[in-house]
């Protein structure tokens, strides 16, 4: 009996295995890539077959969208305001320090110039008054129909204060090397 298990080609049945199976691995891989595909494709109706409606889960998404959506806003108007409210201060404060040196340019310069000052004064004050009467939505307002009425100098204004902003950063990194 022993004769006969030897007799047995016991190589052959695995490699008879081995290119059987390297054929059907072959196609089960060429039929992955189609399924694949049939599953990128296939993603969207994913909801669908668990019973729920595309109204039901977009409804749920707009929920928690708009709740996030909300808290930005906030967020975004808290910061706004805090913002209009500092710049509403610097801007008055340079204000009264252009008015304190109208007295300076008076006495060293001459009246002429110590009166351009003072109006200048008056403008940058005029100025932070209407910064600090204004709410943020009403800026913001005022900012859309200016760029409406005039999007050649908003571009301008947006490219100088980008260069203005850049140069400062570039200072600031400059300064702590």
Do not use: C, W
């Not at 932070?128 to 129909?145: F, G, L």
Request: charged share 35%; glycine share 6%.
């Amino acid at each position: 009996m022993a004769t006969d298990q030897d007799k047995k080609p016991a190589a052959k049945k695995p490699a008879a295995r081995k290119t059987a199976a390297k054929k059907p691995a072959r196609k089960a891989s060429a039929a992955k890539k189609t399924t694949t595909r049939k599953k990128a494709a296939a993603k969207p109706s994913a909801p669908l077959k668990t019973g729920a409606t595309r109204a039901a889960s977009s409804k749920s998404k707009i929920v928690d969208t708009d709740g996030l959506k909300d808290k930005a806003i906030e967020k975004a108007r808290a910061a706004a305001n805090q913002g209009k409210e500092r710049t509403g201060g610097a801007i008055g404060n340079l204000g009264k320090l252009i008015d304190d040196s109208a007295q300076t340019l008076d006495e060293n310069v001459g009246e002429k110039y110590g009166d351009y000052a003072r109006s200048a004064a008056d403008a940058v004050s005029t100025f932070a008054e209407k910064i600090d009467e204004k709410d943020v939505d009403e800026m913001v307002e005022d900012a859309r129909q200016f760029v409406r009425k005039s999007p050649a100098v908003a571009i301008g204004a947006a490219a100088v204060v980008g260069f203005l902003v850049s140069r400062l950063i570039k200072s600031g990194m400059d300064d702590r090397s």
